[in-house]
């Protein structure tokens, strides 16, 4: 779908990819660089979580069985999101779209802001499970630790704890669904000429120079 008299100064990237990927490293760092908001609906329920919401509530139990939230309640959240100030310039999504619904309503929410560039960072599933086995999160603000965190969160110096959902049991069935319900975004937006596969299983310095460079080459090519 090209987006129609959109505004071309604007940026939306999505970054796509399996469970520890690396979509929400890149994700930050990209976001920081280009300053964009970095919208992650894996934030926004965590937050939802630790306010023991009713939406928090529903979101826990959820997550704990390795399952992904409804579309109607993503849809609304990220709905939400795009319509405040800051992310009318462009932003970047992390965790959003993760169906197909989900990306048609997307569509629908920027149609007439500018073109979408789409990211797809593939990893092997044996890396990937290696990866989620070992992951670990702060304990207070809920922030995924970067590799290099060797002792307390460095956002807000809580500890860092393994992920609720990020058993190997638990991983496994993550990975499942994802395989069923998300990969299908790639058939999805492949055949758009601002799609783009990073491989994702390098150092992540060179991930973040790939997808800087290939984000920049599609959105300087994306029609209008």
């Known amino acids: ?22 979509k929400g490293t890149q994700a930050e760092r990209f976001a920081r660089v280009r300053q964009l908001p970095k919208i992650s609906t894996g934030d926004i329920l965590r937050e939802a979580v630790q306010a023991e919401s009713d939406v928090g509530q529903a979101a826990k139990a959820t997550m704990s069985a390795g399952s992904l939230i409804g579309d109607d309640i993503m849809i609304g959240i990220v709905r939400e999101r ?34 979408l560039v789409v990211v797809d960072i593939v990893v092997p599933e044996d890396v990937l499970v290696r990866r989620l086995a070992t992951r670990r999160v702060c304990s207070k603000c809920g922030t995924n630790a970067a590799v290099e965190w060797t002792g307390a969160c460095q956002k807000c110096g809580g500890a ?38 990073i491989d994702g299983n390098q150092p992540p310095d060179v991930v973040t120079a790939q997808l800087d460079a290939a984000v920049t080459e599609l959105s300087r090519s994306a029609p209008l």
């Open 1 to 22: 779908m090209e987006q129609s008299q959109g505004n071309a100064a604007a940026l939306n990237v999505i970054m796509l990819g399996p469970p520890g990927a690396g």
């Open 82 to 115: 795009l319509n405040r100030d800051d992310a009318r310039g462009g932003f970047v999504l992390d965790g959003f779209p993760r169906t197909v619904v989900q990306a048609a309503a997307l569509d629908q929410m920027i149609n007439g802001r500018g073109p």
């Open 160 to 197: 860092l704890i393994a992920r609720m959902d990020d058993g190997v049991e638990t991983v496994l069935e993550r990975l499942k669904v994802y395989q069923r319900e998300t990969k299908p975004l790639v058939d999805y937006y492949s055949a758009r000429p601002t799609f783009r596969s």
